[in-house]
């Protein structure tokens, strides 16, 4: 269990719920589906094994979810998707390709941002082009990076899942990764659920917490229980 601390812990369902993807199709892209006679491996494998063999995400998964999903809506198949990811992963070194802020758009095409040093010890910076100018991809790469905190390797270490004005932030070194309030720490669903049954200002004195926390808390779950229903 020791090393699973820092790494998130999502079921496909919780994944979903988060990301407004179906779980079934989580499940199929970490684990890989029949169609017909033909099967589709997985576009890549969780950074998360169980001895029971359960489907678990870790953050980087959660991450690369929300990148896959963001390119397939915009057109492209699962098939472009995974081979992405196969030329990505053999260039920069990740299982988690999609999931760094190497990706760059100029608004028709996608490139992977690769920094090379050269035999004299200077960086230089090379794009390398993904899916040749086949889809529109204005604003689908970009608004992705905004929300999310890279270290310096280009590594996401948070994300804020409705842009840092809510406060709401998923970090996976806390609370396992699930949403908690930026300012407090404390999972918004806890808070969210207490102040449903006692009020805003009994959970703000229960919880140690602003009374601003609790209605971004209740504003993050109202959310995503309308996202679910939809």
Excluded: C
Excluded at 34 to 47: F, T
Excluded at 117 to 132: A, C, I, P, V, Y
Excluded at 181 to 192: G, K, M, N, Q
């Amino acid at each position: 269990m020791a090393d699973l601390i820092g790494k998130g812990l999502y079921t496909p369902a919780e994944a979903g719920r988060l990301l407004r993807v179906p779980p079934q199709k989580i499940t199929r892209w970490l684990r890989g589906h029949s169609v017909k006679g033909q099967y589709y491996p997985a576009l890549w494998k969780s950074e998360i094994t169980l001895d029971d063999d359960q489907l678990i995400l870790g953050f980087r998964d959660l991450m690369e979810v929300r990148v896959a999903d963001a390119f397939i809506r915009a057109g492209v198949s699962a098939i472009r998707v995974r081979s992405a990811i196969q030329v990505a992963k053999e260039v920069i070194g990740s299982d988690h390709p999609l999931s760094t802020d190497k990706f760059r758009t100029d608004g028709r095409e996608i490139f992977l941002r690769i920094i090379e040093m050269d035999d004299s010890g200077e960086e230089t910076e090379r794009l390398l082009n993904l899916f040749r100018r086949q889809y529109e991809f204005r604003g689908i790469v970009e608004p992705i990076l905004k929300t999310v905190d890279f270290d310096a390797e280009g590594e996401p270490q948070q994300w804020w899942p409705n842009g840092r004005r809510l406060n709401i932030v998923i970090d996976p070194e806390r609370s396992f990764g699930q949403p908690i309030d930026a300012e407090t720490s404390v999972p918004t669903a806890i808070l969210a659920s207490f102040a449903e049954m006692q009020g805003i200002e009994a959970t703000a004195k229960a919880y140690e917490v602003p009374e601003n926390s609790v209605r971004r808390a209740l504003e993050f779950e109202n959310m995503l229980s309308e996202r679910k229903a939809a």
